[in-house]
């Protein structure tokens, strides 16, 4: 098996009193995007500047491309980033900012892939005209432009689709379908499980800096593990769905349950709940990516 493009394992970063990243572990592979998703101050904002050597780590290790990263490290030229939110001359045209940009890092604008990062941002004829004129997703397309110059292997973007229209994140999900097409892999934070689902192959979900759950986002949205209900009568409830055989776990999760299944169907579950005499007023399914966000968005 090849060694994965991101590997971040027992990352840890503490602000004073704040433990910004616990102990977080997870890889990214070759050609994947993944989606870094937790609520506000879940630790992805630090855990990226960690990974384009923004910031040091207090423990842990973070590998980029087989290499440990380092601030200065020649690996970093090989990776594309959007971290702060980017910041553009607005009464120059897109393209003149592009190159501004890059000659202000001491390179030659012969040496900048801008074809690829031109076709794959896709701004057409506007790229002419000057920033103050762009919409929000023409602003974030000319920002992932940027990322593209050096023509990355990899892309480590901080809430790239965050304040876009629903057209507008259909372009930037265009936008790193050709980016990943191309063989680059991709990694981008969201709060926004919508998002995530709609951008990302693979998802990593964290909360307080540690991880939560991770995998393929089809697995974790396919696997329909679980129910949540709510009833008349929760602890009569309860103790039948234990009962019930293909009943994993019910865990209360007020004003209702959350009830995990493995092999028994929805509608036997509520046919044993009438039978025993509770009424059910809510039956909503959900998938295993839901239920690892859940909770943690109702923190913010
Ligand atoms: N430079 C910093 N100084 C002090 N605290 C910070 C700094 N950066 C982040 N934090 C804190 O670390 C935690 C995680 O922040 P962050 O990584 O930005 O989360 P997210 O991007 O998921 O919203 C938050 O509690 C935040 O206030
Ligand atoms: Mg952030």
Redesign the pocket.
Same mark, same amino acid.
């Given at each position: 098996m090849a060694e994965p493009v991101i590997a971040v394992a027992g990352l840890t970063?503490r602000?004073?009193p +704040?433990l910004? +990243?616990d102990g977080l572990d997870f890889s990214v592979d070759e050609g994947q995007v993944c989606g870094l998703l937790?609520?506000?101050?879940?630790?992805?904002?630090?855990?990226?500047?960690v990974l384009v050597g923004l +910031?040091f780590a207090d423990a842990g290790q973070v590998r980029l491309l087989g290499r440990p990263v380092r601030p200065g490290d020649a690996v970093l030229a090989r990776a594309g980033t959007m971290i702060e939110e980017s910041a553009f001359a607005p009464y120059l045209s897109g393209a003149r900012n592009l190159r501004l940009w890059w000659e202000a890092g001491g390179r030659r604008w012969e040496d900048a892939d801008a074809e690829t990062a031109l076709a794959v941002a896709d701004l057409g004829s506007a790229i002419d005209r000057k920033v103050k004129t762009y919409s929000q997703g023409m602003k974030q397309r000319l920002g992932l432009a940027r990322a593209l110059l050096s023509a990355p292997d990899v892309l480590v973007l901080?809430?790239p689709t965050s304040g876009l229209d629903p057209g507008e994140m259909r372009e930037v999900r265009q936008l790193l379908r050709r980016v990943s097409e191309r063989g680059a892999t991709v990694l981008l934070?969201s709060?926004l499980l919508a998002e995530v689902e709609q951008v990302c192959d693979h998802v990593v979900v964290?909360d307080k800096?540690k991880l939560v759950a991770a995998g393929p986002v089809q697995q974790l949205i396919g696997a329909s593990g679980s129910v949540y209900l709510e009833v008349t009568n929760v602890r009569r409830a309860t103790s039948t769905l234990k009962k019930v055989k293909g009943v994993t776990r019910v865990t209360p999760e007020p004003p209702g349950l959350a009830v995990e299944l493995d092999g028994v169907k929805r509608s036997e579950v509520v046919a044993a709940l009438v039978h025993a005499g509770v009424g059910v007023e809510t039956v909503t399914t959900r998938h295993r990516l839901e239920d690892a966000f859940l909770g943690l968005v109702g923190e913010e």
């Amino acid at each position: 098996m090849a060694e994965p493009v991101i590997a971040v394992a027992g990352l840890t970063k503490r602000f004073g009193p +704040v433990l910004a +990243v616990d102990g977080l572990d997870f890889s990214v592979d070759e050609g994947q995007v993944c989606g870094l998703l937790g609520p506000n101050g879940a630790g992805k904002s630090t855990t990226l500047r960690v990974l384009v050597g923004l +910031v040091f780590a207090d423990a842990g290790q973070v590998r980029l491309l087989g290499r440990p990263v380092r601030p200065g490290d020649a690996v970093l030229a090989r990776a594309g980033t959007m971290i702060e939110e980017s910041a553009f001359a607005p009464y120059l045209s897109g393209a003149r900012n592009l190159r501004l940009w890059w000659e202000a890092g001491g390179r030659r604008w012969e040496d900048a892939d801008a074809e690829t990062a031109l076709a794959v941002a896709d701004l057409g004829s506007a790229i002419d005209r000057k920033v103050k004129t762009y919409s929000q997703g023409m602003k974030q397309r000319l920002g992932l432009a940027r990322a593209l110059l050096s023509a990355p292997d990899v892309l480590v973007l901080d809430e790239p689709t965050s304040g876009l229209d629903p057209g507008e994140m259909r372009e930037v999900r265009q936008l790193l379908r050709r980016v990943s097409e191309r063989g680059a892999t991709v990694l981008l934070s969201s709060h926004l499980l919508a998002e995530v689902e709609q951008v990302c192959d693979h998802v990593v979900v964290m909360d307080k800096g540690k991880l939560v759950a991770a995998g393929p986002v089809q697995q974790l949205i396919g696997a329909s593990g679980s129910v949540y209900l709510e009833v008349t009568n929760v602890r009569r409830a309860t103790s039948t769905l234990k009962k019930v055989k293909g009943v994993t776990r019910v865990t209360p999760e007020p004003p209702g349950l959350a009830v995990e299944l493995d092999g028994v169907k929805r509608s036997e579950v509520v046919a044993a709940l009438v039978h025993a005499g509770v009424g059910v007023e809510t039956v909503t399914t959900r998938h295993r990516l839901e239920d690892a966000f859940l909770g943690l968005v109702g923190e913010e």
